[in-house]
């Protein structure tokens, strides 16, 4: 997602009084500091949203064998197919040990090259979620909410100063199968706003979400509206995933509100380590051109292998991890940053 570049504010009328003129001022002057105190604060546990589950009997699982996800395909991993949609409290989390990372040190992003790193697909696999939790970024998580370990995973998450967003299933193009309890564009209002506060229930803790396939329903105006409209109150982070070009997701979120994010570059459409390597080169230059860059790739064997060198490289090449919370902060503290500067006497 490019930066905006923000044009210094002029008055329409040349004549504006001196007294209005310094008012207005003054006001973009308190709301740009303001915003950047509250945003300074370390992230902790109380500044996760809550969500409350659903009410209503749980229902059995019926096991169907769905089709492998292969990055870029939109295809699910192997899951069961759930018959009506269960009540959040009503459905058990696996017992998992998640080894619990060190919490990173939290402060203001510096004036370099910044890189979010969003893995996605997280909760289906107690290792490869182990893997990722050992990276040594404070990345973000994406973690379907259908998994059995959704609020372990979290957990341990959270407790290492990561960003968790809600992987939501979202119909794709195509026969693809998104999981269980997918966002399609057929259902109804009530449907829709029932199936999204579900699937946020269904992972405690997390600060937003982001889509899960979801090339036909995030082009669908109405049913984004529709589905972001439930959740806006809880002011989640949205970030579109992009799995079409001319996907509506981010302005829907935008114009609700929400604070957003669209992912730059996937890493692993081709789960290759020579593929990989080059959007990982890619990624560091858009870094560098645009100041930033929103990175999504999957917990396999070759992107993580490929990711535990190249943060240790990027790092000393002088690029700033951050979560996506970091990012958005930052990204939107600048605009008011630009406006106090221009102002100033």
């Not at 998640?98 to 370099?112: D, H, K, N, Q, W």
Request: hydrophobic residues 50%; negative net charge; charged residues 20%.
């Amino acid at each position: 997602m490019p930066s905006r570049s923000v044009k210094p504010i002029r008055p329409r009328n040349a004549a504006m009084p001196a007294l209005a003129g310094a008012v207005v001022a003054s006001a973009y002057l308190a709301a740009a500091v303001a915003f950047s105190v509250g945003s300074a604060a370390p992230a902790a546990p109380d500044r996760s949203i809550r969500f409350a589950a659903m009410a209503g009997p749980a229902t059995q699982a019926v096991a169907a064998p769905v089709a492998a996800r292969q990055p870029g395909g939109e295809t699910g991993a192997a899951m069961p197919v759930v018959d009506s949609l269960p009540a959040a409290s009503a459905i058990s989390t696996a017992a998992v040990s998640l080894p619990i990372p060190a919490p990173l040190a939290s402060g203001a992003i510096a004036a370099r090259p910044r890189i979010a790193l969003i893995i996605d697909d997280v909760g289906l696999d107690e290792a490869a979620a182990a893997r990722v939790l050992a990276l040594d970024a404070p990345l973000t998580l994406a973690i379907l909410p259908y998994a059995d370990a959704a609020s372990a995973t979290a957990r341990a998450a959270q407790a290492g100063g990561r960003d968790v967003l809600v992987h939501v299933p979202m119909e794709p193009l195509g026969l693809a199968d998104p999981g269980p309890h997918a966002l399609r564009v057929d259902l109804s209002d009530r449907d829709l706003r029932a199936r999204i506060r579900w699937a946020m229930a269904r992972v405690p803790g997390a600060i937003g979400l982001n889509n899960h396939m979801g090339s036909r329903f995030t082009g669908d105006p109405r049913a984004m509206r529709v589905a972001l409209s439930a959740i806006a109150e809880q002011g989640p982070l949205f970030v579109d995933s992009m799995t079409i070009a001319d996907s509506r997701g981010y302005a829907v979120a935008e114009g609700l509100g929400l604070a957003v994010l669209r992912r730059d570059i996937f890493l692993d459409h081709v789960i290759e380590a020579d593929a990989i390597h080059a959007r990982l080169a890619e990624a560091e230059a858009l870094a560098r051109s645009q100041g930033h860059a929103v990175l999504i790739g999957h917990p396999h064997d070759a992107t993580l292998d490929a990711l535990e060198s190249w943060i240790v490289e990027a790092r000393a090449a002088g690029f700033e991890f951050v979560t996506v919370t970091a990012l958005s902060a930052q990204l939107t503290r600048e605009p008011a940053e630009q406006i106090s500067a221009s102002i100033a006497p």
